[in-house]
DNA sequence: CGGAGATACTTAACATGTTAAATGAATGCG
DNA sequence: CGCATTCATTTAACATGTTAAGTATCTCCG
């Protein structure tokens, strides 16, 4: 029922394996990618079991509070706030119209475009399940420190920042 | 060609939308895990494309990375250090296996626990995608800046520290 | 006006994330 | 020894990530 607790008792017979330690690298548990997982996975397994007590995932969780701000909004700028791709919105705004709880219009003047929005029981869904999420988060602030989490937010925007239009379109090099 | 480069252009027409606003939450874009999250993609998807054209996602790299400095282990112990969860896990050294990069053999002392290593096509293929992964590397933190990359991955170290056991198992509220 | 090209979104196809269940093998205990 | 339990790994099922292709619509220019 507990975790399963790291378990040191192998460190006998290294067993050695037939091609290894040939290319050295970075410590691989300490690059940067896999810390912002590690991370990441941390805070979000705090979250999931409360989402999925009410049937919602992180992403659908994502896309209800974006709406919830925004009164109604476009497929695309939608993807830019809920940070999804297109396909994944795509799939997603299907089944949260099946489930009632947005609702989607084409736009008067662009066909092409539709328009989304919270629908009432979208609405209730949220209010049933931001407190827990608020006490979550409240919780996690509390251990991390307020102030230490607005410098790592603080930080991480400048990272990002950083890195924009690195590899956006720019890079040299075609060949292949 | 180029990317859809963000278009602020939509700051005129609200488009009152049927039910939003009613549920008040910190603002959404500005939560931890959207940070996180935001960062982390930032970066990926600097390697993203070096990896792609060696016909590797960026799980099967943890993995042969991951395989590259330790000789051998088993499956459970390679998840924990690769961050995935079983059944990728499981999926994906079936690919890697067919694709003739890791080997593996149950162990002799319990028949259960499979043995995963890399091959010397793996070390092979390391070696020609190594280069250009710690160039990009580099180059990110050229940009960011060492002494900011160090710090932002201590407190990343911290903040995984200090939500450690929190939603592990102990949690009362076994209604279901 | 009409068709080439751009746009907004959806589908398709494949890989992984996530949880539950299945399978096969070891362990402990009566 | 026999068998319930535990353990390591895999399979299943569903949801999302990711890239490419498809569809419908709009725009613009000749």
Redesign the pocket.
């Known amino acids: 029922m507990t975790k399963?607790s790291a378990?040191p008792a192998n460190g006998g017979a290294p067993a050695a394996g037939p091609a290894a330690r040939q290319v050295p690298m970075r410590d691989f548990s300490r690059s940067l990618p896999m810390s912002l997982l590690r991370a990441r996975?941390a805070v979000?397994r705090q979250f999931?079991?409360s989402l999925?007590e009410h049937g919602l995932?992180?992403?659908?969780w994502r896309i209800l509070r974006a709406l919830a701000s925004i009164e109604a909004v476009?497929?695309?700028?939608l993807?830019r706030t809920a940070f999804?791709?297109?396909?994944?919105?795509?799939?997603?705004?299907?089944?949260l119209e099946a489930r009632n709880l947005i609702e989607?219009k084409t736009?008067k003047?662009?066909?092409?475009?539709?328009?989304v929005s919270i629908s009432k029981d979208g609405v209730k869904l949220m209010a049933s399940v931001a407190p827990t999420s608020e006490a979550i988060y409240a919780e996690i602030t509390r251990r991390f420190g307020a102030r230490k989490l607005a410098e790592l937010q603080e930080m991480l925007g400048e990272l990002e920042r950083s890195l924009a239009g690195l590899g956006a379109s720019e890079e040299a090099s075609p060949e292949e």
Do not use: F
Request: charged fraction near 40%.
């Open positions: 399963k378990d996975e979000m999931r079991p999925r995932t992180e992403q659908q476009e497929v695309t700028e993807a999804l791709l297109g396909p994944s919105l795509s799939r997603i705004l299907r089944d989607r736009a003047a662009d066909q092409r475009r539709s328009v």
